[in-house]
T-cell receptor, first 114, second 115 residues
């Protein structure tokens, strides 16, 4: 079964600090990997999309990495802000059959404290 | 509209009732997706439309769930004989075209509670 596992489940950091969130997946065939930010009670918002050939992609203070050989990805957040408090969801696309189906992890709940 | 719009934002219904959830995708987006998210879980795929047709409905949990997109724009997710286990956030998303690598934009969700 295609799976996406994220760690840690939750994380608390102080404002201004950096953090790294991890994602391991078994989805096959792999099409692309996305990181989404989901505020409580809101829909997910796309942060990055990486295809097989991309190792890293940045979006402001967010930097995602991808190792397609080990099927691992990370999301690094630098100089955290209070507004970064949210769930960060790793999403891997399974493109089997021609339609893109997203397989979501359960997310890492990040809390940034002042 | 500027984003994916979902209505109602909240719906409380009694067990056994029929429910319709509506999704207005971003104008011009041909691909539309429905996902279901339970508390503490990531969204789970339900159905994907390319234009008017359901290209992949393999995520619909049973025959009580049905979705339509008759004109290739607005979509309605229909749930018959609702059960308490149907309580979840139903997320709609759209992308310009289907296929790999396109940015998928999500709505804010319809929160369904079955009592």
């Amino acid at each position: 079964k295609n799976q996406v596992e994220q760690s840690p489940q939750s994380l608390i950091i102080l404002e201004g600090k950096n953090c790294t969130l991890q994602c391991n997946y078994t989805v096959s065939p792999f099409s692309n990997l996305r990181w989404y930010k989901q505020d409580t009670g809101r829909g997910p918002v796309s942060l990055t999309i990486m295809t097989f050939s991309e190792n890293t992609k940045s979006n402001g203070r967010y930097t995602a990495t991808l190792d397609a050989d080990t099927k691992q990805s990370s999301l690094h957040i630098t100089a955290s802000q209070l507004s970064d408090s949210a769930s960060y969801i790793c999403v891997v696309s399974d493109s089997k059959g021609g339609s893109e189906k997203l397989v979501f992890g359960k997310g890492t709940k990040l809390t940034v404290n002042p | 509209g500027a984003g994916v719009s979902q209505t109602p934002s909240n719906k409380v219904t009694e067990k056994g009732k029929y429910v319709e959830l509506r999704c207005d995708p971003i104008s011009g987006h041909t691909a539309l997706y429905w996902y279901r998210q339970s508390l503490g879980q990531g969204p789970e795929f339900l159905i994907y439309f390319q234009g008017t047709g359901a290209a992949d409905d393999s995520g619909l949990p049973n025959d009580r769930f049905f979705a339509v997109r008759p004109e290739g724009s607005v979509s309605t997710l229909k749930i018959q004989r609702t059960e308490r286990g149907d309580s979840a956030v139903y997320l709609c998303a759209s992308s310009l075209v289907g296929g790999a690598g396109n940015t998928i934009y999500f709505g804010e969700g319809s929160w369904l509670t079955v009592v």
